[in-house]
């Protein structure tokens, strides 16, 4: 009899594992692939309901399937407690973040625009579907070496695509006709790239990929791992094309500090990388510090550093942070609602553009940095509790890095993305990636909230 439950029990697990094999797969394929009709006019909104449709599908069908055998056939007899007790950490404060986000819909003052989200789609339903696609995937994932294989597949195919629109070729026609890549900030405002659009959305998701592929050569065992080279030098070559600062900060910034966690060494000599990466490090600073550039970015880097806060530097960026925070004061619990910056009004950012001839001023309606994002929106509890949730997950990660490959590959593009996210846009386009990445680290480094009491 208690040979038939472990049966039934297990068969069960399998079929959660499957519909999350499937799930994953589709996103790197499928999703990653979609743009519509509308080409880069409507790729944005093609996205998101796609999102709706994978993401949402995936976890309804999970939800009917864990409804139907615990409340309707009640063949568990699991308790509330134990569920808890063998969650892991991570999902918990993933839960609580949903938690403080609900409050923060529910009391907003835009309240009937902040469940869907009123400029960018990232209302309380596309962030409770982040949520449950993560506690779902992190709870029921089967890690296999066929996902990095996938996503090196997907990654080669985009690149090529990619260097095809570099080269004025209109693939797909996602260009309007006339246009080409190189159009971008000179005949219309922006630039897009790929199957993903705007340029800074490709960079987060160069952000989390590159990072994987070359841990996933490193640490891996299989000796075709190094076909992922293939994908893995296209990329870099895209990233160091399309030259997004965030993209190549968090990629170059992100390998420097994962190798001495993810290269299997001593404590000793562990300690030794890290002082030296300290050191190498502060010795760049200094460099920026003394030395002028050419180059924009490293310009704004150097003033900055001397003690020049130009408004208009990264993009606008410190005149957006500014507002952000002299608004987040207001509501700084519960925020003004999710994705309702467009309503409060922020003081727009102005900047005359060269290539275009003209001033273009930019109403704000996204803090450009993931972290006040949240604060702006959702409050200071709820960024305590995204913040929680990655932190534990980022110290399982070190933990676990030396003996775990699914944990020091995923941890790896879990750090990158989080120095991106310091300049970035989260949005339905690329968050679902690092969503499910975030779960598998979760998965690989396995720390419950059992453990964490005993």
Same mark, same amino acid.
């Given at each position: 009899m208690g040979s038939k439950t472990g049966r039934q029990t297990h068969q069960k697990t399998e079929n959660y594992s499957n519909i999350t094999s499937c799930f994953i797969g589709v996103l790197i394929s499928v999703y990653l692939f979609s743009f519509g009709n509308g080409g880069y006019e409507a790729i944005d909104v093609t996205k998101r309901h796609l999102f709706y449709v994978i993401c949402g599908g995936y976890c309804a069908i999970v939800t009917v399937m864990l409804v139907y055998q615990n409340l309707?056939?009640?063949?568990? !007899?699991?308790?509330?407690?134990?569920?808890?007790?063998?969650?892991?950490?991570?999902?918990?404060?993933?839960?609580?973040?949903?938690?403080f986000t609900l409050i923060s819909t529910v009391t907003s003052p835009?309240?009937?625009?902040?469940?869907?989200?009123?400029?960018?789609?990232?209302?309380?339903?596309?962030?409770?579907?982040?949520?449950?696609?993560?506690?779902?995937?992190?709870?029921?994932?089967?890690?296999?070496?066929?996902?990095? =294989?996938?996503?090196?597949?997907?990654?080669?195919?985009?690149?090529?695509?990619?260097?095809?629109?570099?080269? %004025?070729?209109?693939?797909?026609?996602?260009?309007p006709d006339g246009y080409t890549y190189w159009d971008g900030d000179?005949?219309?405002?922006?630039? =897009?790239?790929?199957?993903?659009?705007?340029?800074?959305?490709?960079?987060?998701?160069? %952000?989390?990929?590159?990072?994987?592929?070359w841990c996933?050569?490193?640490?891996?065992?299989?000796?075709?791992?190094?076909?992922?080279?293939?994908?893995?030098?296209?990329?870099?070559?895209?990233?160091?094309?399309?030259?997004?600062?965030?993209?190549?900060?968090?990629?170059?910034?992100?390998?420097?500090?994962?190798?001495?966690?993810?290269?299997?060494? %001593?404590?000793?000599?562990?300690?030794? /990388?890290?002082?030296?990466?300290?050191?190498?490090?502060?010795?760049?600073?200094?460099?920026?510090?003394?030395?002028?550039?050419?180059?924009?970015?490293?310009?704004?880097?150097?003033? /900055?550093?001397? !003690?020049?806060?130009?408004?208009?530097?990264?993009?606008?960026?410190?005149?957006?942070?500014?507002?952000?925070l002299k608004k987040s004061v207001n509501r700084l619990a519960l925020g003004y609602g999710p994705d309702t910056m467009i309503y409060v009004r922020l003081e727009p950012f102005q900047r005359y553009d060269d290539a275009l001839g003209k001033t273009i001023i930019s109403l704000?309606?996204?803090?450009?940095?993931?972290?006040?994002?949240?604060?702006?929106?959702? !409050?200071?509890?709820?960024?305590?509790?995204?913040?929680?949730m990655i932190m534990v997950s980022l110290t399982g990660w070190v933990k676990k890095a030396e003996t775990s490959v699914p944990a020091a590959i995923c941890g790896c593009g879990i750090v990158c993305y989080c120095i991106q996210a310091f300049f970035g846009i989260s949005q339905p386009i690329t968050s679902p990636f690092f969503w499910v990445l975030l779960a598998l680290l979760v998965n690989s480094c396995n720390i419950r909230i059992a453990s964490v009491l005993r």
């Open positions: 309707i056939r009640k063949k568990t !007899g699991v308790s509330i407690k134990h569920i808890i007790y063998n969650s892991y950490l991570a999902q918990l404060f993933a839960v609580l973040y949903l938690l835009y309240h009937q625009f902040a469940w869907v989200g009123a400029s960018r789609g990232e209302g309380f339903i596309t962030i409770a579907l982040y949520c449950l696609t993560f506690v779902y995937v992190a709870q029921y994932v089967k890690i296999s070496q066929w996902m990095v =294989y996938a996503l090196g597949v997907s990654c080669a195919v985009l690149s090529c695509i990619c260097l095809l629109q570099m080269k %004025s070729v209109n693939v797909f026609s996602l260009y000179v005949a219309y405002n922006g630039k =897009y790239i790929g199957t993903i659009g705007n340029i800074d959305h490709f960079s987060a998701f160069l %952000s989390l990929a590159i990072p994987v592929l996933a050569v490193l640490r891996m065992r299989d000796k075709k791992r190094f076909v992922l080279c293939i994908p893995l030098v296209l990329l870099l070559i895209v990233l160091v094309r399309i030259r997004v600062a965030a993209g190549l900060l968090a990629v170059s910034v992100g390998a420097i500090l994962c190798l001495p966690f993810v290269i299997p060494t %001593s404590k000793r000599n562990r300690g030794i /990388m890290l002082l030296f990466l300290v050191v190498l490090i502060s010795f760049g600073i200094f460099f920026v510090r003394a030395h002028d550039f050419d180059n924009q970015t490293l310009h704004e880097a150097h003033a /900055m550093l001397s !003690g020049d806060w130009d408004p208009s530097y990264g993009s606008g960026r410190l005149h957006i942070w500014s507002e952000v704000i309606d996204a803090a450009h940095n993931e972290y006040l994002n949240i604060l702006f929106h959702q !409050g200071i509890f709820a960024l305590f509790a995204y913040l929680c």
